[in-house]
């Protein structure tokens, strides 16, 4: 195969420009499909970061909730029934709701996502959390994410100034008494974190025993699976019980298949695969015209149409590894500015490398066997 090689890149490199234009393309199409990858990534990865920290094994959630920024509050008596079977060691009530957030310099309010919960449970296993939990037994004070976009407050580097900051929440004056860094998602651009008290202080209209996640921790050695099916046959049908990992598929499926979101990064992936496939046909079938001539001579001189045909896929390769390599060395620098500009968790990953490495080379050999038509029909006699 190697041998054949030279034919295909000297077919490739006798006009430059129409090369480099090609190389362009396909190398649009590789970012575009890499973005549209790493953005879905990043969706999904901060829709659960909330739940990848929660220190439980088993959580009931409101059957009318829909994903963490659609949750219902269900009785917090379903959770302390779950202390029934002698697998469970403990159980916290978990609160979240968006409050409007005083960004402490500008005055401006904006809407915050803030999660409260039990500092003594240990619920939270992120960095910054356990080690100030103690802070939050304290009245109307919260922890701030660091991670959060700029328009809520350089808070950070304030608290750096002074021990700690206040503001208002929910038109609650609050003390920010520490950071711990979480990250924005599509659903929330800041977060903060309370104890369950504050938190029914800040928000007064929630009553007392309404809780949004139930979270429960096993005895160590304890059956998950088991307990989960016993408990789904034990509490009434207004709880859902979830395993951790069925409760981040939970949220994942809201984005997916619940948003237009999920849609449209998969439709970008598919937009970028045609637009990669039209350069590579143009490309090709524009080089075929040029030399349908030495084509028809080779077709004369006894080769068949598999060699031929063999030439163009060999053209195609090689368009898809020249075209990869610059759009994914650009990619690298595109991601870093996303991350920056919008805080959100998109960086590469060896299988997302790979995965696009192959649909390049998907993407080049489907313009190559569209375009290779032209020389399957390219007859000695009717072009000398």
């Known amino acids: 195969m190697f041998r054949k090689v030279p034919v295909a890149w000297l077919q490739l490199t006798h006009n430059r420009l129409r090369l480099l234009v090609a190389l362009a393309g396909i190398s649009f199409a590789v970012i575009l499909i890499f973005m549209q990858m790493g953005l879905r990534a990043a969706l999904f990865e901060s829709a659960v970061r909330l739940h990848t920290n929660l220190q439980g094994e088993i959580f009931l959630i409101s059957p009318r909730s829909t994903a963490l920024i659609g949750m219902s509050h269900f009785s917090e008596r379903r959770l302390l029934q779950a202390l029934a079977f002698p697998e469970v060691d403990i159980v916290s009530p978990i609160y979240v709701d968006y409050g409007q957030w005083k960004n402490p310099q500008t005055g401006q309010t904006r809407q915050i996502f803030v999660t409260g919960f039990e500092p003594n449970d240990n619920t939270l296993r992120l960095s910054g959390v356990i080690q100030q939990t103690s802070q939050l037994n304290l009245s109307d004070t919260v922890l701030f994410d660091q991670a959060s976009r700029p328009e809520f407050g350089s808070v950070a580097i304030q608290l750096e100034q002074k021990r700690h900051l206040n503001t208002e929440l929910e038109g609650r004056q609050i003390s920010v008494v520490g950071v711990?860094?979480?990250?924005?998602?599509?659903?929330?651009?800041?977060?903060?974190?309370?104890?369950?008290?504050?938190?029914?202080?800040?928000?007064?209209?929630?009553?007392?025993?309404?809780?949004?996640?139930?979270?429960?921790?096993?005895?160590?050695?304890?059956?998950?699976?088991?307990?989960?099916?016993?408990?789904?046959?034990?509490?009434?049908?207004?709880?859902?019980?979830?395993?951790?990992?069925?409760?981040?598929?939970?949220?994942?499926?809201?984005?997916?298949?619940?948003?237009?979101?999920?849609?449209?990064?998969?439709?970008?992936?598919?937009?970028?695969?045609?637009?990669?496939?039209?350069?590579?046909?143009?490309?090709?079938?524009?080089?075929?015209?040029?030399?349908?001539?030495?084509?028809?001579?080779?077709?004369?001189?006894?080769?068949?149409?598999?060699?031929?045909?063999?030439?163009?896929?060999?053209?195609?390769?090689?368009?898809?590894?020249?075209?990869?390599?610059?759009?994914?060395?650009?990619?690298l620098g595109i991601y870093d500015l996303t991350l920056k500009a919008t805080l959100l968790p998109i960086q590469m990953d060896i299988s997302r490398a790979f995965n696009v490495q192959v649909l390049t080379v998907f993407m080049c050999f489907i313009g190559g066997f569209i375009a290779i038509h032209q020389v399957q029909r390219s007859d000695p006699a009717d072009l000398f």
């Not at 350069?279 to 149409?305: C, P, R, W």
């Open 180 to 331: 711990f860094k979480m990250g924005a998602s599509f659903g929330a651009d800041g977060n903060v974190i309370t104890s369950n008290l504050n938190f029914l202080r800040i928000f007064d209209h929630r009553a007392k025993g309404a809780i949004d996640i139930g979270l429960i921790r096993l005895k160590p050695g304890s059956d998950v699976n088991s307990v989960v099916h016993r408990m789904r046959r034990y509490l009434p049908k207004d709880v859902r019980v979830f395993t951790k990992q069925e409760l981040i598929d939970f949220e994942k499926n809201y984005w997916q298949t619940s948003t237009a979101i999920g849609f449209i990064f998969d439709l970008g992936v598919v937009i970028g695969l045609i637009v990669g496939i039209v350069f590579v046909y143009q490309v090709l079938y524009t080089d075929i015209s040029h030399h349908l001539h030495e084509y028809a001579t080779l077709k004369a001189m006894g080769y068949n149409n598999n060699y031929l045909v063999s030439i163009v896929f060999q053209e195609s390769f090689i368009l898809a590894i020249l075209g990869y390599m610059p759009g994914f060395a650009m990619t």
